[in-house]
């Protein structure tokens, strides 16, 4: 009886110990360097990136700011005061006129519109030596543009030419500011060099010289309608500067 209980016990023995070998070749066995599970909610595993090579342990991982930092926005465009301010100290009624201009037209900025006003200053000027009066159409309010074509034709009729180079724009700032209802307004003090000579009928010279240099100073204001969609601003007054 002994005999056939010792035979079981061999046997089951030996079916114990083909199962335990049978499991740690199919699952592997522990060594105690094992990864934890993934969990896709765990905040560790989601910032962390995969880290690739054949030494994984080379490679760098940026330790974490501060949890609550917001990140830095480097588009992020000036404020009023730093746009402003630029071209019209702070407590100045030409600071508190921009300001009125920009509270009704969010595109307006002092130093582009500066760009541009040196850019039509330059066209304009060119534009009535040359008698252009389509150029000038496009860039006058029709007040101005009627008065600049009826010295373009009186001159046309005498048979006088102008003959101008334009040197350069040494200056330009905006000198004063208005908000009129819809219709902003501003003013520009120009100082330029130009060479220009007026020539009459017969080519002879009766104003300004041809070798020379001259030094302008004009004061021009410029207006547009706040609430057009058309972004052009237009020479409504000029002034020369004594």
């Not at 599970?37 to 880290?51: A, C, H, I, L, N």
């Not at 700011?65 to 404020?79: E, F, I, L, Q, T």
């Not at 600071?95 to 920009?102: E, F, P």
């Not at 252009?132 to 005498?158: C, N, W």
Request: charged content about 30%.
């Amino acid at each position: 009886m002994n005999e056939i209980f010792n035979v079981y016990n061999l046997i089951f023995l030996a079916l114990a110990v083909f199962i335990i070998f049978r499991l740690r070749s199919v699952l592997g066995k522990r060594t105690g360097n094992e990864r934890p599970p993934f969990d896709p909610y765990s905040k560790t595993e989601r910032q962390q990136k995969p880290q690739t090579g054949q030494d994984q342990g080379d490679n760098v991982i940026p330790m974490p700011g501060p949890a609550d930092a917001a990140p830095v926005d480097v588009n992020r465009p000036p404020s009023d005061d730093m746009v402003i301010e630029k071209v019209a100290p702070a407590g100045t009624a030409l600071n508190d006129a921009l300001r009125k201009i920009l509270s009704v037209d969010r595109s307006f900025e002092p130093e582009p519109f500066l760009e541009g006003a040196r850019g039509a200053y330059e066209m304009i000027v060119m534009a009535f030596a040359e008698g252009d009066r389509k150029a000038l159409k496009s860039l006058l309010s029709k007040d101005v543009y009627e008065g600049f074509v009826a010295a373009i034709d009186e001159r046309e009729k005498r048979g006088e030419t102008i003959e101008s180079t334009f040197v350069g724009i040494d200056r330009a700032e905006i000198v004063e500011a208005a908000l009129k209802g819809n219709t902003a307004q501003v003013t520009v003090k120009v100082q330029s060099q130009l060479i220009s000579a007026t020539r009459d009928k017969s080519g002879e010279i009766i104003d300004g010289n041809p070798n020379k240099v001259t030094e302008v100073v004009d004061i021009w204001t410029f207006a547009r309608d706040t609430t057009s969609r058309d972004p052009n601003w237009k020479l409504v007054a000029t002034e020369s500067a004594e």
